[in-house]
């Protein structure tokens, strides 16, 4: 009799006490969203953008904290090792989630079991351009040019989302590039302006000034439909390409999470990203919204896996 009362007062504190699945009164102290990129770019902008939209829908603090190096892995493992709790986030992106971990298998988290997707916050889609300055005017000049003799690029390092289109544009039109990675996209669009390399795969986001001030020539974008801001600049489908890519940000936590705080993390991102305010910006900043609720983007992820892997593999790109 004793052992069977002693276990029902067992189960029952099991069920009166709330534990970290429950997450009861949470979030009860400041809330960190890391950002895995340098302060004043994109992502530090979105990051403060859900930030703020949070801290006041909870009533808490949400701070974003830098924590780049790395590509931005360390930000990310920092997170995907953090406790279950809900008080620790990150920003990530396609090139963190999907084309580093694809080509670097030992880089340090596992994307689909080490975190915690929480959902889309916007994205902008991968252009070529050339300076205005330059003899290429369309990708049919691009393409003939670059039969000649390979011609040079510029990308935000080999694992953004840039390099990834180049990379496939290449396979489809056969031919080869020769790539100059650098630290951010906004180097190689000064060297692009200067005319000092053939073009640059920047987001429409980084290169809306000089798309606007005509200082370079948007010759394709990797999106499903022209840029209603951008008519001028032609799709890669409408010109014969399969080449549709956004580089997107979203908002994951550590593998674990509580059921209730993916769903309310996830609700409020939607909330903050309809606001009137932040679609104007979205849409000043040439960055698409797209909604989702947490299956959704998990769905997401995992066709952006199936999608843009065996691209990586065929172009050689995965590291032995």
């Known amino acids: 009799m004793k052992n069977i009362l002693a276990g029902s007062l067992a189960i029952a504190a099991q069920i009166i006490v709330p534990g970290p699945a429950q997450a009861e009164g949470w979030p009860s102290k400041p809330v960190r969203i890391v950002n895995t990129f340098a302060p004043g770019g994109a992502a530090d902008i ?7 939209h949070m801290s006041v829908a909870f009533k808490q603090q949400f701070f974003v904290e830098t924590r780049a190096g790395a590509g931005g892995t360390i930000g990310v493992q920092t997170v995907a090792n953090s406790d279950p709790d809900g008080y620790n986030f990150v920003l990530t992106t396609l090139s963190l989630i999907i084309i580093g971990p694809t080509m670097n298998p030992k880089v340090g988290y596992d994307p689909m079991k080490d975190l915690t997707h929480l959902g889309y916050i916007a994205g902008s889609p991968i252009s070529f351009i050339v300076s205005a300055k330059s003899d290429i005017k369309t990708l049919k000049d691009f393409v003939a040019k670059a039969r000649v003799k390979p011609l ?3 990308t935000s390092g080999l694992q953004a989302a840039g390099h990834l289109v180049a990379q496939s544009f ?5 031919l080869k590039f020769e790539i100059i990675p650098y630290k951010g996209a906004a180097q190689s669009i000064v060297d692009v302006v200067a005319n000092h390399i053939d073009f640059a795969t920047p987001t429409v986001t980084s290169a809306s000034g000089q798309l606007r001030g ?26 014969g390409y399969d080449v549709v890519a956004t580089n997107w940000f979203a908002l994951a936590g550590p593998a674990g999470l509580p059921a209730d705080i993916v769903r309310k993390v996830n609700h409020e991102i939607n909330v903050a990203m309809a606001k009137p305010e932040n679609q104007q910006r979205m849409r000043e900043d040439a960055m698409l919204v797209q909604p989702m609720d947490a299956p959704a983007f998990r769905g997401f992820i995992e066709a952006e896996g199936a999608r843009w892997k065996p691209v990586i593999e065929r172009a050689g790109l995965v590291e032995k």
């Open 46 to 52: 979105l990051a403060r953008m859900v930030a703020d």
């Open 152 to 154: 040079t690029y510029g």
């Open 170 to 174: 290449a396979v489809q039109a056969d």
């Open 214 to 239: 005509g200082t370079v020539t948007g010759l394709a974008v990797a999106n499903e439909a022209r840029l209603p801001d951008y008519p001028d600049v032609p799709t890669f489908r409408e010109l």
